[in-house]
């Protein structure tokens, strides 16, 4: 009977959870809805604020694990096709890699860990310490105060961050075909030649797509924190890991999309 008793809650609590994120979805939506007709309710400072936070103070980390991606990848490549006598081609290999999947993927998955994190733990302490309701109370949506102004920051932090991310890693890459006799100026014509501006565009809309999730996903963590003695990093880790694997299922969704469609 515990066992049966243990799936009836685990149901429960997921259906409820369930019930939790679209009524945060839709709150959030209305909200968004409202302010387009009424754009000075937004908090642009707040957002100022999150987008410094998440976009220039995450440049550092964000510019190194790229580069140190590139560096790998075209090492890796470089290996295999050095037997064939073209390594020349790991430069279209990297740019295509970097600039359509690799640089938005890593990009969110350093975003989910760093910021999604923060929002949740942010909004989570305000919860426990009853600051959301003191702001419900007063007659503020906090939806509109504290969770709009990240979520926007998060979307165009992501674009920013995944364009150092993918100049870094073509710049590690093309140290590496150096090392190998590639003269730069040859990388980084295969580089023009095979980058489209479609393939850039959608690199980057994927990730401002990205971003938003971790944004949602990391204030609503925050938005149900429990008052208990662990409430704040239990938010905290559910943004980190609902996070990454919404980005997956999304990447993993684009991908077969981009496939079907002969993208």
Known sequence: MNFFA???KRTCDAVSAAHDNLAFLGETTVCALDLLVRPRRFRLRDCALAFERAAFDALPITTGIGFLLGLILAFQSAAALQMFGVEVYVSDLLAIGLFRELGPLVTAIILAGRTGSAFAAEIGTMKVDEELDALTTMGLPPVRFLVLPRVVAAVLAMPVLTIFAELAGLVGGALVLR???????????????VSGVFMISFGLAKGALFGGLVGLIGCGSGMRTQATADGVGVAATSAVVG???AIA???????VLCYLWKL
């Not at 090392?179 to 030649?193: A, D, K, N, R």
């Not at 999304?250 to 991908?255: F, P």
């Open 6 to 8: 243990a799936i009836g």
């Open 243 to 245: 996070g990454i694997v």
């Open 179 to 193: 090392l190998m006799g590639v003269p730069t100026t040859v990388f980084w014509q295969h580089v023009t030649s």
């Open 249 to 255: 299922v999304t990447d993993g969704l684009l991908a």
